[in-house]
C-alpha cells in the first residue's frame, strides 16, 4: 500500500465525515424536528466510515484467518460496551495470535 493511497483514503474518509454534519446547517435554517432525519444525520457517518472500512479488514493481514478471527474478537468486545481501545487492542492481539500458530 502505498502513501499516495492512504492520503486519498483520509481525505474521503474527512470528507464523508464532515459534509453529512455540515451540511444541515446550510441547507435548513430552522431546528430539525423530524426523529427521522435526525437519526438518519447522526449515524450516516458512522456507517459511511463502516463501509469504506470493513473490506479492508479481510485484506488487512493477507491471511484471511487471522482477519477473521480479529473481526470475532472486535465484535465480541464492542458487544461487552468495551470503549474503542480495548476492542482494537484486543482484535490486534487476536490477530497476533492467531498469526503465530503454525497452520
Request: glycine content about 6%; aromatic content about 16%.
Amino acid at each position: 500500500m502505498n502513501t499516495s493511497y492512504l492520503i486519498f483514503c483520509m481525505i474521503i474518509l474527512a470528507g464523508v465525515t464532515y459534509l453529512p454534519r455540515v451540511l444541515p446547517f446550510l441547507l435548513f435554517q430552522k431546528k430539525i424536528k423530524n426523529p427521522f432525519i435526525k437519526s438518519f444525520l447522526s449515524y450516516m457517518p458512522y456507517g459511511m466510515l463502516a463501509a469504506m472500512i470493513f473490506p479492508e479488514i479481510f485484506t488487512s493481514t493477507g491471511n484471511l484467518y487471522s482477519a477473521v478471527f480479529g473481526l470475532i474478537v472486535a465484535i465480541f468486545f464492542s458487544c461487552k460496551k468495551l470503549g474503542l481501545l480495548p476492542v482494537a487492542c484486543g482484535a490486534v492481539l487476536a490477530v497476533f495470535l492467531v498469526e503465530q500458530l503454525p497452520l
